[in-house]
């Protein structure tokens, strides 16, 4: 059944239905079996989310029933529906209620069965000549449908021989006609039964609840679960290096994705994990289109990706590789060739590091020195360190400045 609002259902015609025994001498249809289904439910439904466009902004919501339980003690139902489930407090509120009202309506059920012929899965009717739900008022004897099973089968011969066909219906027919007590354990000719015109039936079993009750359907069914993080690659407008916003989000492409266009029209935009982050503080490195990142998504929900790490490829391949000596951070121009790098370098007893700028070659060189072209450990060219430029330099300190060559007489240290 899908509705949001019962009272837009329809009945079913002819409206009332009679709770009354049935035969071939009754002229109206009727329900012959009737009865109520109780089960204990939360009495409280809290639900709670996160916004990490607010996070800051404690987002937790809870209604309590008006359903009268008994003497059942108190539950509660406390749920997180993950990432970003509802954005304001009200449209929370409503969601909850939704919740609550789907544990409301599984209180109390009502099942039956009968020869009814007018019974319809979303509609309601209104039962009759019962002898406890005449005592109230016309709403409650109105029950809206929520399941109806119907079991029919035609009294002529050749249904007898069915049974042995593939796919048949038969055990399901046999074994309704049992519930209903409409054949014996001891029944055997069943050509016999169908010769006489004894076999043909209509059953009907149905679910159903008070009309007075909102009806919501239980979130029995879970967001299908992405089962580990995939492989993409980093998009956006045409003849762009850099596609990003104010979260330095990023937009990709799956490369499952039959439907995109490799542009900034591919998928939403995704967060990026970095070595770090806090208000104004942290680390920096915004992935750049045409590289392959890693996503993976949050409690497995297709509609939460986060990028978690970026990857090299047949296309995308290493400066510095191979003999893995080299290890650091290069960056590169936009819309250019050119870099700026903090290179570590731990080859045995020729340690080093290298702060470069491609900006009028400006390095600060410490330990180990030599010739470093990319990937290449050039020439030695001395011990200490160097700082140099192409263009101009200058050192300032306020409280001053000591130069010296010469080493400290007694110096100690840790």
Do not use: C
Request: no cysteine.
């Amino acid at each position: 059944v899908f509705t949001d609002d019962v009272d837009t259902t329809q009945p079913v015609s002819p409206q009332a239905i009679r709770f009354h025994r049935q035969d071939a001498t009754e002229t109206e249809d009727a329900l012959t079996q009737w009865g109520g289904v109780r089960s204990q439910q939360p009495t409280r439904v809290s639900v709670g989310t996160f916004d990490y466009k607010q996070p800051s902004l404690t987002k937790r919501t809870g209604l309590d029933t008006l359903s009268d339980q008994g003497n059942l003690p108190d539950t509660e139902v406390y749920d997180y529906a993950g990432e970003y489930y509802y954005h304001g407090y009200a449209r929370g509120e409503r969601l909850t209620e939704n919740r609550l009202e789907a544990h409301e309506s599984l209180a109390k059920r009502f099942r039956g069965s009968g020869g009814a012929r007018q019974l319809q899965a979303g509609r309601w009717f209104e039962l009759t000549q019962h002898p406890l739900h005449d005592l109230g008022g016309e709403e409650e004897r109105q029950f809206l449908l929520l399941g109806v099973t119907v079991h029919a089968e035609n009294a002529l011969p050749v249904s007898a021989q069915l049974q042995a066909l593939p796919g048949s219906l038969q055990p399901q027919l046999d074994a309704a006609r049992k519930a209903h007590g409409l054949e014996d354990e001891g029944d055997s000719d069943r050509l016999s039964d169908y010769m006489s015109g004894g076999t043909g039936h209509f059953l009907v079993d149905l679910d159903a609840q008070r009309r007075t009750q909102p009806y919501r359907h239980p979130l029995a069914h879970r967001r299908p679960v992405i089962g580990g993080p995939q492989s993409a690659t980093v998009v956006g407008p045409a003849n762009e290096e850099i596609h990003t916003d104010h979260l330095n989000r990023v937009r990709v492409q799956f490369h499952w994705d039959r439907q995109g266009q490799n542009d900034e029209n591919s998928s939403v935009w995704l967060r990026v994990s970095q070595p770090n982050a806090g208000a104004g503080w942290g680390g920096v490195f915004v992935p750049r289109i045409g590289q392959e990142v890693l996503v993976d998504f949050l409690e497995g929900d297709a509609d939460r990706p986060l990028i978690t790490g970026r990857v090299y490829n047949g296309e995308q391949s290493p400066d510095w590789h191979s003999h893995g000596l080299l290890s650091g951070f290069k960056s590169k121009t936009y819309r250019g060739s050119k870099y700026n790098e903090l290179v570590f370098d731990d080859a045995t007893d020729q340690e080093r590091v290298r702060l470069n700028s491609e900006a009028e070659k400006s390095q600060l060189n410490l330990g180990y020195l030599i010739h470093q072209t990319g990937n290449t450990r050039g020439a030695f060219r001395g011990t200490g360190f160097e700082l140099r430029t192409d263009a101009y330099g200058a050192i300032r300190a306020n409280q001053g400045l000591y130069l010296s060559s010469w080493g400290q007489l007694g110096a100690s240290g840790d």
